[in-house]
């Protein structure tokens, strides 16, 4: 169990905190195996002691919980959902596909499992359970998981997820495509999912969260918590798209774990909620190792979007590659925080971590922190973050060519936030994720704060 966290907690959080360890009772009771309740068990401990942070705390200075916390959330059962329902979620090349609706495995609604390729797995979270020890893995990096606080959370609220395996030497050529859908006002989606690769397997892994109801009045949340396990010489790339509606809420943890020569590449759009934290926990645990990490956020309104890597160099000659991009409107809220720690060990790492950032608004904001702790002597490191607005130049450029101002604006804009998902090395998963960045550009209505900006 982690250390206990003394603080002061205020009656509104004293509040949340009772209700959701009422819904974490609530699940001990329905889903009764002793080993899952006893880890939410010791979870609720650490939960009703630290409860949930507040912008005294550092990683949550920018990061406002307060309308959150008000909203007291339940676990409730799933609704039933109509494939027609979800059409126009699904991506236009060809994947084996899988479906939670409000954080629940739906099997109907998901392609037959029993088709997979041999040495591939793919099991509903619940169904682990059942298995002889298949529940003691779901705890077995509890301490690192619970020092987040929305890790806590999740392992109190553990329902469903799933636990995708790819065994040694199996290349799996068709994506995997997470689709999760929230249907229910009032509702939390805990998820817990596990990815297992095995020694020089590939996998690409694609994960869309939305909302059928996208009005401001549909009040939801979604808590992801995954961890992924990259073996030797294996190859995992993932695309998460975040595009809920806009009432809605967004935590993910996804706690990744790679071994020597093994690859990992992660984009993430962050384009929906009212408020989103999206972070990568990576340990690069063995020589010779490669990852990139890419986003590209957009926030309107009063948004608040949250984008964090923290990655850890332990071995020899391991390059960290890092491109994370935001445009912001209207009056919302950017929030960039990015660690590369070198160990001792750690020699002949190349760690680059790349911020840039474009403001609409004069009301727009952004909070960007890149950091570097060194402890190597023999490395090659770097982290910058750049914030600004449209350059007038460049719209100049694009009118002396004939291009209205409003179109000028519109293409440079659009040419800024495309670039981290250029990262993308499937050609036709980056086209369809470069169509859902420009639509959800396009639905940003006109461009009309950056006239203020740029005049």
């Known amino acids: 169990?982690?250390?206990?966290?003394?603080?002061?907690?205020?009656?509104?959080?004293?509040?949340?905190?009772?209700?959701?360890?009422e819904q974490s009772n609530v699940l001990n009771n329905r889903f009764d195996r002793s080993d899952v309740v006893a880890g939410r068990l010791r979870a609720q401990a650490i939960f009703a002691e630290q409860a949930f942070p507040t912008q005294r705390d550092e990683d949550w200075q920018y990061t406002k919980l307060t309308d959150f916390v008000q909203n007291h959330f339940k676990v409730l059962n799933k609704t039933m959902v109509e494939h027609s329902d979800l059409h126009a979620y699904h991506p236009s090349f060809a994947v084996t596909r899988i479906v939670f609706v409000d954080g629940w495995f739906d099997e109907e609604l998901s392609d037959d499992l029993s088709e997979l390729s041999r040495g591939v797995t793919i099991e509903s979270l619940r169904d682990v359970y059942d298995i002889k020890d298949g529940a003691d893995h779901l705890f077995a990096r509890e301490s690192a998981i619970n020092k987040e606080p929305f890790g806590v959370l999740n392992s109190m609220l553990l329902a469903d997820g799933y636990y995708l395996q790819v065994d040694d030497h199996v290349a799996l050529e068709q994506p995997i495509f997470i689709l999760n859908v929230q249907t229910q006002q009032n509702h939390i989606s805990n998820i817990?999912?596990?990815?297992?690769?095995?020694?020089?397997?590939?996998?690409?892994?694609?994960e869309k969260y939305v909302s059928l109801n996208t009005t401001e009045d549909f009040k939801a949340c979604t808590n992801v918590l995954s961890e992924i396990t990259v073996a030797?010489?294996?190859?995992?790339?993932?695309?998460?798209?975040?595009?809920?509606?806009?009432?809605?809420?967004y935590f993910n943890n996804q706690f990744v774990y790679q071994a020597e020569q093994s690859h990992f590449n992660?984009?993430?759009?962050?384009?929906g909620s009212v408020l989103s934290r999206h972070q990568n926990h990576l340990s690069m645990d063995g020589e010779h190792i490669e990852s990139?990490?890419?986003?590209?956020?957009?926030?309107?309104?009063?948004?608040?979007?949250d984008s964090r890597t923290d990655t850890l160099h332990?071995?020899?000659?391991?390059?960290s590659q890092q491109l994370h991009k935001y445009v912001l409107d209207n009056s919302a809220v950017g929030v960039f925080n990015g660690m590369i720690y070198v160990d001792r060990q750690a020699q002949k790492t190349d760690g680059q971590m790349d911020n840039k950032n474009l403001l609409l608004s004069e009301r727009a904001k952004m909070n960007s922190k890149p950091q570097l702790e060194i402890y190597a002597d023999d490395v090659k490191c770097s982290h910058g973050s750049a914030t600004g607005q449209i350059n007038k130049?460049?719209?100049?450029?694009?009118?002396?060519?004939?291009?209205?101002r409003a179109q000028a604006m519109e293409m440079i804009t659009q040419a800024f936030l495309m670039e981290p998902a250029e990262m993308i090395t499937n050609n036709q998963i980056q086209q369809w994720v470069m169509?859902?960045?420009?639509?959800?550009?396009?639905a940003k209505k006109g461009l009309k704060d950056v006239e203020k900006v740029t005049e």
């Open 192 to 206: 817990r999912n596990h990815v297992v690769l095995g020694e020089n397997a590939e996998l690409t892994l694609v």
């Open 1 to 21: 169990m982690s250390k206990k966290i003394t603080r002061k907690i205020s009656p509104v959080a004293q509040k949340a905190v009772a209700h959701y360890i």
């Open 393 to 404: 130049d460049q719209i100049f450029y694009l009118q002396a060519r004939g291009i209205p």
């Open 232 to 249: 030797k010489s294996a190859s995992f790339k993932q695309i998460v798209i975040q595009q809920q509606g806009a009432g809605t809420y």
């Open 314 to 319: 332990s071995q020899v000659g391991g390059i």
């Open 292 to 305: 990139n990490q890419s986003s590209a956020c957009l926030g309107r309104e009063k948004q608040v979007v």
């Open 266 to 271: 992660s984009f993430y759009a962050g384009l």
């Open 435 to 442: 169509d859902i960045l420009a639509k959800q550009l396009n």
